[in-house]
Nanobody, 119 residues
Framework: QVQLVESGGGLVQPGGSLRLSCAASGSISSIVSMGWYRQAPGKQREFVARIGNSGNTNVADSVKGRFTISRDNTKNTVYLEMNTLKPEDTAVYFC?????????????WGQGTQVTVSS
C-alpha cells in the first residue's frame, strides 16, 4: 500500500504563487509515476500534471507555462509549483500515485488540499 500526504494549499490572490507538496510512504518501490489532479465545486476531477520515474513530465494545457511539477526522490516527494494563479485554479488538489507490477496497476490518492485564488 502507498500513503500520500499533501500540504501547501491555502488562500492566495490572483497572480500569486503556491507550492504544493506530496509525500509518499509505504510501498514506494512500486510507484511508476506521480501526479496532481484537481476538482472544482460542481466539476469533475481533472488532470493537472504528472511526472514519471525517469523525470519525464506531462502538464495540462490549461496550466502549461504556469505550473511546474518536480520530484525529490531522496524525500519521496512530488511538488507542484503554481505561478500566476487565476480564480479558475480554485479547487481541491489531489496527489496521485500509480503503482504497477507484473499484470497489475493501482491508483492511490491523497486526501486533497484546498487552493483558493481570490482577492
Amino acid at each position: 500500500q502507498v500513503q500520500l500526504v499533501e500540504s501547501g494549499g491555502g488562500l492566495v490572490q490572483p497572480g500569486g504563487s503556491l507550492r504544493l507538496s506530496c509525500a509518499a510512504s509505504g510501498s514506494i518501490s512500486s510507484i511508476v509515476s506521480m501526479g496532481w489532479y484537481r476538482q472544482a465545486p460542481g466539476k469533475q476531477r481533472e488532470f493537472v500534471a504528472r511526472i514519471g520515474n525517469s523525470g519525464n513530465t506531462n502538464v495540462a494545457d490549461s496550466v502549461k507555462g504556469r505550473f511546474t511539477i518536480s520530484r525529490d526522490n531522496t524525500k519521496n516527494t512530488v511538488y507542484l509549483e503554481m505561478n500566476t494563479l487565476k480564480p479558475e485554479d480554485t479547487a481541491v488538489y489531489f496527489c496521485n500515485a500509480i503503482s504497477s507490477g507484473r499484470g497489475w496497476s493501482i491508483n492511490h490518492w491523497g486526501q486533497g488540499t484546498q487552493v483558493t485564488v481570490s482577492s
